[in-house]
Each structure stands twice: as structure tokens, then as C-alpha cells.
């Protein structure tokens, strides 16, 4: 039961963990919408975790909103070619 334990707190600690592009970067928080962000950033490379809950949230909407957090809290110009993801994390490039 504790290994059960441990395996489920290790699973939550990496929810909102930026991979290696956007690790040791910078990070800030945004609301556009009804969706909030956690954004992290590092060089040309952004990450935006939504952090609210939404049921069925449209994949339209989500990276809509997700590139507006990410140029906010970055004052970049997102690459729109480079937008992927999914309705939980959305990853862009970005030119500054």
C-alpha cells in the first residue's frame, strides 16, 4: 500500500513539470478567457499549463487562449506554425 502511495505522489509531483526545453527558464501566470495558465519559458521555447479544470474545454479555444498567455507573460511573438499540444500543455516557439 505505501510503494501505492508513493507511486501516485511521484505521478502528481510531474503534472505541471516543464520539459527540457523550457526547464530552468522563467515562468509567470495568465488568465485569458475562461482558461488559466501557468507558462514557463526558457530562450525561444514556451510552455503553457492550464491550471484550471474545465469539463470537455474546446481545442480551439484552449490554444487560442494558450498562445495569448504565453505572448503575455513573455512579450514574445509566438511562431504559429509551432503551436502543439493538447488541451493540458501547449508548447510554442517563440521569437523575441
Do not use: W
Request: hydrophobic share 45%; with cysteine; glycine share 10%.
Amino acid at each position: 500500500m505505501r510503494l501505492l502511495h508513493y507511486f501516485f505522489l511521484t505521478l502528481l509531483s510531474a503534472c505541471a513539470a516543464p520539459s527540457v526545453g523550457a526547464m530552468g527558464g522563467s515562468k509567470g501566470s495568465a488568465t485569458v478567457g475562461a482558461y488559466s495558465f501557468d507558462v514557463k519559458f526558457r530562450g525561444g521555447h514556451a510552455e503553457a499549463y492550464r491550471s484550471n479544470i474545465a469539463l470537455k474545454p474546446k481545442s480551439r479555444e484552449v490554444f487560442a487562449a494558450g498562445t495569448t498567455a504565453i505572448e503575455r507573460v513573455t512579450g514574445c511573438h509566438v511562431v504559429r506554425s509551432s503551436v502543439r499540444g493538447d488541451v493540458a500543455v501547449i508548447q510554442a516557439d517563440i521569437l523575441c
